[in-house]
């Protein structure tokens, strides 16, 4: 699945033409999407209908976080930033719900070279503070092993 798209990611890459998205959040309250597929790698590709004409426009538009990285539509203008791509993020941004996005525990786990690899409890020593102890040259840490019950460590 793509990222999920949100407000921020609309008005950012529309930032320099504020009326297309106005236009497409009236295509899109128009009922003018179409269709919709929400592929991985954060592609999306729908149809939206042309205003005035009985025409439909393949829409396809590329995000990357929270960046539109790539966008193109069959319409006059979609070269350039059209109301068509703005309809169907806002349909992306509306219709599609955070739980569509693949679970984070899904993913591969990776382990982390800071992680500390588990120890029996019988190998545990505690480090408590104790300002009279001289061990380690004065610095009042003791260290000592914790007393366990044996029937514990073989739970």
Not at 16 to 28: I, Q, V
Not at 100 to 117: F, G, H, Q, Y
Not at 134 to 140: E, I, P, R, V
Not at 147 to 155: A, G, L, N, Q
């Amino acid at each position: 699945m793509a990222e999920p798209v949100n407000l921020f990611t609309i008005t950012s890459f529309f930032s320099e033409s504020p009326y297309r998205d106005k236009k497409g959040l009236n295509a899109f309250n128009s009922n003018r999407v179409i269709s919709v597929a929400v592929y991985s790698g954060g592609i999306i590709r729908g149809r939206v209908q042309a205003s005035m004409k009985k025409r439909i426009y393949k829409v396809e538009v590329h995000v990357e976080g929270q960046s539109v990285t790539h966008s193109t539509c069959e319409c006059p203008i979609g070269r350039d930033k059209c109301h068509h791509m703005a309809a169907l993020l806002i349909w992306v941004e509306k219709n599609v719900s955070r739980t569509d996005v693949e679970c984070l525990w899904k993913r591969a786990n990776t382990p982390k070279s800071d992680e500390i690899a588990a120890k029996r409890v019988s190998e545990i020593h505690i480090r408590s503070w104790n300002q009279n102890t001289s061990h380690y040259g004065g610095q009042g840490i003791l260290v000592t092993t914790w007393p366990i019950y044996r029937d514990v460590v073989d739970f």
